[in-house]
């Protein structure tokens, strides 16, 4: 990304956030040429730790992209981080509520622009033991199916080592290893102008997962576990989700 392009903003992003990383991490970044040059991605990082965002940024950035995460439409309106972040081309979403269908809107048009779009399947850090991927959450399906924009799959391994969720401790060791490995898009043409239905976005959502997943065993070695179905209580007999 030509550095004239950055505008003051995300140039400030940049001097603030990326010497920080260069220092605390040792970085190892492979499938970079998967998220190409322009176009709108969709770019699926698993979830490991409250730090990874910054690590998954460092990687799209370094790529030659500008990262747009998704963040919680609260912190947009907090006083001066809210403008940063409206001006650094972050997308507020409304979680839960009727806005939501905004939200998505904001999602298609940031893609129409060419935008690199982040968007964690899992939703939050994953609770899985090991730390491997969830099951994910349907929203980059949705979006896929609504844009055909390439979904990019990424799996990540060392930001739990900067900060622990399990823990919640932090790891200040500079020069920290980090891996980061981009795969092909997902393929996902079997579904191409399907009607979104719930059970489409849980087929779909779930060979994104499985990339992903299969992705971090190729940085861990040995052999994944499956995408499990968690089971859950209710009353007296047990069900999965």
Not at 9 to 25: D, Q, Y
Not at 115 to 140: C, F, H, N, Q, S
Not at 154 to 173: I, K, S
Request: with cysteine.
């Amino acid at each position: 990304m030509a550095r004239r392009r950055l505008g003051f903003w995300r140039r400030l992003a940049v001097v603030l956030v990326k010497p920080l990383m260069t220092v605390w991490s040792r970085r190892t970044w492979r499938g970079m040429e998967h998220l190409g040059h322009d176009g709108g991605v969709i770019i699926v990082p698993n979830h490991i730790s409250h730090a990874d965002p910054l690590v998954v940024a460092h990687f799209v950035y370094d790529a030659g992209r500008w990262p747009r995460f998704l963040g919680k439409a609260s912190v947009f309106r907090v006083p001066v981080v809210g403008g940063i972040l409206h001006r650094c081309q972050q997308i507020p979403v409304e979680r839960g509520t009727v806005e939501a269908v905004k939200s998505l809107d904001k999602l298609i048009a940031a893609l129409a622009e060419g935008g690199a779009v982040v968007i964690y399947p899992e939703g939050t850090t994953t609770r899985e033991p090991d730390l491997w991927p969830m099951k994910g959450k349907t929203g980059a399906a949705r979006l896929a199916l609504a844009t055909g924009a390439p979904v990019i799959p990424v799996a990540m391994v060392g930001p739990e080592r900067m900060f622990d969720p399990r823990t919640a401790r932090f790891g200040l060791r500079p020069r920290t290893p980090v891996t980061v490995v981009a795969g092909p898009p997902v393929d996902l043409s079997r579904w191409a102008g399907a009607t979104p239905t719930r059970p489409i976005l849980e087929e779909m959502t779930d060979t994104i997962m499985l990339r992903i997943r299969d992705l971090m065993a190729e940085i861990r070695g040995g052999t994944p576990p499956p995408l499990w179905q968690r089971p859950v209580r209710t009353g007296t007999q047990e069900v999965t989700e």
